[in-house]
């Protein structure tokens, strides 16, 4: 069996990064967050326009969405809602 980058959360819903390659996968989504931030010119105040907004929107929903699916792949267990670990069990 090949090792899970991720485990679901302990408290409600998602993943936890549990390796290296997890947490590397983070890293690099937080990375390509700032790259569509750059490449649609927010960080120049004087040319933030309605274009530029609804471009970011997309970018990140694509964004979101792949990282969700590839972390759905690499996880290890069901990801559902989750309220914590139960007592007496």
Not at 3 to 29: A, C, D, H, M, N
Not at 50 to 67: E, P, R, S, V
Request: charged share 15%; aromatic share 20%.
């Amino acid at each position: 069996m090949t090792q899970k980058w991720f485990i679901p959360r302990s408290y409600g819903w998602g993943f936890e990064p549990t390796t290296w390659q997890g947490w590397l996968t983070v890293i690099v989504f937080i990375g390509l967050v700032f790259v569509s931030l750059y490449i649609n010119n927010i960080f120049n105040k004087n040319n933030i326009t309605t274009k530029n907004i609804i471009a970011i929107f997309f970018d990140y929903a694509i964004l979101i969405t792949a990282l969700i699916y590839f972390c759905h792949s690499k996880t290890e267990g069901k990801v559902q809602w989750n309220w914590g670990k139960r007592k007496g069990k």
